[in-house]
């Protein structure tokens, strides 16, 4: 299956993809999935198109929304890479542990770095920031900027 | 007789220093010269230096990397860990002044932030034969003839 | 004897990175093991975003000092595409080869490591002394024995010289010859064979299931390589084997790692035979994208991810790294389940893990009763596993073959 037929797998099998999905090259596929049907979406890339690789997690602040892309891959080399959003003031995203338990530490990540909330994520220690971090500092906010303490030499 | 004693304190200090190396935040590059320098090719044993695995046996502690929040504590105490007289020596950029990370939110600074340094040696890594050269060149500051001589 | 739990680290002299786990035993067994990473966090994906792109290029090279190459790569990668750069086939082969010169330096490394942590220490001093082969090559190449800045926007930045490419075939010839002798010892010596075997086991499913990257995957007979599998640089036009392994153990680690040095002795040899004419790099522009790329790149560790996204400014909108060893992470407490506490140093070290890349994190180890019990360091750990390991039979002084 090349690129494009997966899209239009997609595209069949979830109409409301149609037109939200683009192959950048060989190997890359970029697609929009909206938050609520994300599950549904991974069943069955997962299942019957063959990314059953999570390489990884990355999660961006695209101003009123937090986007989460998931980095899917296929044994043979092709990427599938899914976008969800949710709303900056509420970005409420469910777990994916149980399908990929590496998923635990990207998921904590955009926790720490971002101020997401992972639904159905077991508590844990926070990942990567340390633990005298304070609460409701998320550094990868576009509108968190670092002021670096005056340090004095000794 | 006090005399005596601390001239040969300071006698084996200086020829046989034991040396603790503390990694706080690196990217392992100046680590792996550091540990390059026991290897064969520059065998910085031949001074003398041992590398221990406690800062309560330690007199140099060799500190690579940008300090990092989480370590800052960590290192602190293995500062106060060491007994007296105990020197410090920063290994490559970074930890002299946190180098290309120096104003990264988790980075406070070199490790003179946290304690105090008796020699830096530069370098993105700092090569074995830095390394070495800086650890002889503190080694010789601390022996009293050579700083005599100096003199 | 009760369940006790261990913490180890975040200091420790044998492994060059600040890491601490945390094990649960009972008696010499391990029920449980969690790992506590972000000693290392510094923020670097943060200040990619107030960093020009070549600026942004020297601080990603840093954050592993043992795989700077490809972290420089990956990120370059990503930003070629999204600038639609076509870099000059010459370019494309010099990359690789530095790629390989990186990945030949980072097995020798790990060789000497898992040599030092079962006690072996004539192993380090031998590898390390055949890793300054590579690192003359590499500062003979671009200058600098680590973080060699070989990459710029477009290509690379130095040509190699019919003298250096002389200079690299030559010094092939005897890293080949000496490690067909380290294959030797691997493969014949029963002492190594009965320390590294059964040590640290992770079946091929929960390779898979636990997403574990590189030569720990492959010993584990997953095969991925990302070289074959989604090939970048020049790998689509080098033949190679891929090393996989079915020991799932430790010993199977330590047979991919130098199967895979030969392997890269005979592709650096192929591509500098076959160094395309041409120019180095081209122009690229200052401002970048807008556009998202995603990059992948086989590090000597594994798999390597980088994501950019551009916003056409000459800063990037957004630089995601994921590097192996966090995908490797998962795998160690799967390893240690049953296992012994003097099998700790040398499982996790095969995974030859750069904790550097992953952000330093540390790791926390549970205990059921809550309550923490004894502290051990890492050099009392390592000196209880030989100990431990010697009374089982395992002495390196009276090895049949001798290491040369």
Request: hydrophobic share 40%; with cysteine.
């Amino acid at each position: 299956m090349n690129e494009q037929e997966i899209l239009q797998k997609l595209s069949s099998k979830f109409p409301f993809l149609e037109g939200k999905g683009r192959v950048a090259r060989a190997r890359r596929i970029f697609c929009d999935v909206p938050n609520a049907s994300f599950r549904e979406v991974i069943d069955f890339t997962i299942k019957e198109l063959g990314f059953s690789i999570l390489t990884t997690m990355t999660g961006v602040d695209d101003g009123e929304t937090l986007g989460f892309i998931y980095h899917f891959a296929s044994n043979n080399g092709m990427m599938l890479n899914l976008k969800i959003s949710a709303p900056k003031d509420n970005p409420v995203i469910k777990t994916v542990t149980d399908l990929f338990p590496s998923a635990e530490m990207y998921e904590r990540e955009v926790e720490d770095l971002l101020g997401a909330k992972v639904e159905g994520l077991k508590p844990g220690r926070r990942y990567p920031l340390h633990e005298t971090w304070p609460e409701g500092q998320h550094p990868l906010r576009k509108d968190w900027t670092y002021v670096k303490p005056a340090v004095s030499g000794k | 007789m006090i005399k005596l004693a601390e001239k040969v304190v300071t006698w084996a200090r200086t020829k046989s220093p034991w040396i603790i190396h503390f990694n706080t935040g690196a990217c392992n590059a100046c680590d792996i010269e550091i540990v390059a320098a026991l290897t064969p090719r520059y065998d910085v044993e031949r001074f003398g230096v041992v590398i221990k695995g406690t800062p309560r046996h330690a007199d140099v502690l060799i500190a690579s990397g940008p300090l990092t929040k989480q370590q800052n504590d960590r290192l602190v105490r293995i500062y106060e860990q060491m007994p007296a007289p105990k020197f410090v020596v920063a290994v490559g950029t970074c930890a002299c002044s946190g180098g290309v990370f120096h104003d990264c939110y988790g980075v406070l600074g070199g490790i003179n932030s946290a304690i105090p340094v008796s020699a830096y040696i530069p370098g993105c890594p700092a090569s074995p034969e830095a390394i070495i050269d800086g650890v002889v060149k503190l080694l010789s500051s601390l022996d009293p003839k050579e700083e005599k001589a100096a003199k | 004897m009760g369940k006790v739990t261990i913490p180890i680290g975040p200091q420790h002299p044998a492994l060059k990175e600040p890491e601490s786990f945390a094990v649960t035993l009972d008696g010499e067994k391990i029920v449980s093991m969690v790992a506590n990473l972000g000693y290392n966090h510094r923020g670097v994906e943060k200040a990619c975003e107030g960093r020009t792109y070549t600026q942004a290029l020297y601080l990603i090279e840093r954050i592993c000092g043992i795989c700077s190459h490809t972290h420089s790569t990956c990120f370059i990668q990503a930003v070629e595409e999204i600038a639609a750069l076509e870099v000059p086939k010459r370019g494309l082969y010099i990359r690789t080869i530095v790629a390989e010169l990186e990945r030949m330096h980072s097995h020798l490394l790990w060789l000497g490591v898992a040599g030092h942590e079962i006690g072996f220490d004539t192993l380090l001093m031998y590898s390390w002394r055949d890793r300054e082969a590579v690192m003359d090559l590499l500062a003979l190449l671009t200058g600098n024995r680590v973080h060699y800045g070989m990459n710029v926007l477009g290509g690379s930045k130095r040509d190699i010289s019919p003298e250096q490419a002389k200079q690299i075939l030559k010094v092939m010839d005897v890293l080949e010859e000496r490690t067909k002798y380290y294959i030797q010892v691997a493969t014949e010596e029963v002492t190594l064979i009965k320390r590294l075997a059964k040590v640290g086991t992770l079946s091929h499913d929960d390779a898979v299931k636990l997403g574990a990257v590189g030569p720990t995957a492959r010993a584990s007979n997953v095969d991925r390589d990302t070289r074959r599998d989604d090939p970048y640089a020049a790998y689509a036009e080098v033949p190679f084997k891929v090393i996989t392994d079915g020991h799932n153990d430790v010993y199977g680690r330590t047979l991919v790692r130098v199967g895979e040095l030969m392997e890269s002795y005979k592709m650096v040899r192929h591509l500098v035979k076959n160094l395309p004419e041409g120019p180095i790099a081209v122009k690229a522009p200052r401002k970048v994208g807008p556009g998202e790329a995603v990059s992948r790149y086989e590090a000597p560790r594994g798999e390597d991810v980088h994501y950019v996204k551009a916003n056409g400014t000459e800063k990037p909108e957004r630089v995601k790294v994921r590097a192996p060893t966090l995908a490797n992470v998962q795998a160690v407490a799967k390893m240690l389940e049953n296992g012994y506490l003097a099998d700790i140093p040398i499982v996790i070290a095969a995974i030859d893990p750069c904790f550097s890349c992953t952000d330093r994190t540390t790791f926390a180890v549970k205990n059921p009763d809550g309550k923490a019990a004894g502290f051990i360091d890492w050099k009392s750990l390592r000196e209880y596993s030989i100990k431990w390991h010697k009374n089982n039979g395992v002495d390196f002084s009276k090895m049949r073959i001798k290491i040369k």
